[in-house]
């Protein structure tokens, strides 16, 4: 799987894939920079490492085949969270979420 997501390695945000069971399969550089201290989390199950309400929450977005999309702030830092499931045929196959550090100030376009 890793050779097929190389696009993803020096991508200045976060992207964690994991496989339907919930465990991590992938993480780009910027992931494992995140999340270095959990150490090493290829391998690892999702919900080892998320709240009830989180992994019942990823289990609906890969039942549902639906995307879910928020923000958060963490030590002064905004960040855009967008996880979504990934297919391969028509089938999801896991979750793919990617983690975009956001500007103090950004700006919005109508067009």
């Known amino acids: 799987m890793a050779n097929e997501l190389n696009w993803a390695d020096e991508l200045t945000c976060a992207v964690t894939v994991c496989d339907r069971e919930g465990v991590v399969i992938y993480q780009n550089a910027k992931a494992r920079l995140t999340f270095e201290k959990y150490g090493d989390l290829i391998g690892k199950n999702l919900k080892d490492c ?62």
């Open 50 to 111: 998320h709240g009830e309400k989180s992994w019942i929450k990823i289990q609906e977005l890969m039942k549902s085949e639906k995307t879910n999309t928020y923000t958060i702030e963490k030590a002064g830092v905004k960040k855009l969270i967008y996880q979504s499931p990934w297919f391969v045929e028509g089938a999801v196959k896991g979750m793919v979420e990617f983690s975009i550090e956001l500007p103090a100030e950004m700006p919005h376009f109508i067009r």
